[in-house]
């Protein structure tokens, strides 16, 4: 499939209401067993990351404990790049997503298929090394500072609930175009809150000195 019909793909799930995020895969090794198992974690919980930034703006994510409380992973799969075979699913076993201290630990058996076991070949030797997990957040909240010398915002989302776990996905490169499009989606969206958001509050503050101002003349007069 072309990049534009991946881009055009993506764009449409986005406006549904479905993010993409990056995460790492690493191969176990065990010679005395021909599991041929990967796994990683989806996400760490409490760890702010960069989401997305322009220039005087920075947008931070995190995700919280708590947030796959009652989320729906009835029957998430692994794939490659978001499309295409399924490598492994939790319905036949071969696939867990659980959330442990640390985040979204994710486990997948790749021996069960030809192109499942390349996959697991290309993880181990380090050609793959990322993965991508698509979501459904339900539930969020954000904080946003302004830095009063350099005027700089940043904005913070905390991730509070995800009621849907789609997919997670073995990528071919790093910032794949998912994951791109995803953080530019949401991130020019809140910047564009917080800059109409700044505007208000100008246009307020203004309005109040012209209105001290007139207070002072008539005083005055």
Known sequence: MPNEEISALLEVKLTQGR??????????VDESQDEQVVEGYATTFNQPYLLWEEEGYHVYEQVDARAFDGC?????????DHEGRVFARISNGTLT??????????????GGTELGRQ?????????TNKMSFAFIVAEDNRE??????????TITRTITRISKLYDVSAVSIPANPATTIAA???GEGVIAEA?????????????KLKALARIRILAES
């Open 144 to 153: 946003i500072e302004e830095n009063k010398e350099t005027k700089e915002v």
């Open 19 to 28: 993010e993409f995020r990056d995460m790492e895969i690493r191969a176990l």
């Open 72 to 80: 729906d992973m009835g029957d998430v799969i692994m794939q490659y």
């Open 195 to 207: 800059k109409a958001e700044r505007q208000r509050a100008a246009e307020e503050t203004e309005a």
């Open 184 to 186: 530019r989606t949401y």
């Open 97 to 110: 997503v659980t959330p442990d201290e640390n985040g979204l630990k994710v486990r997948a058996l790749l």
């Open 119 to 127: 996959l697991y070949q290309e993880i181990r030797g380090g050609y």
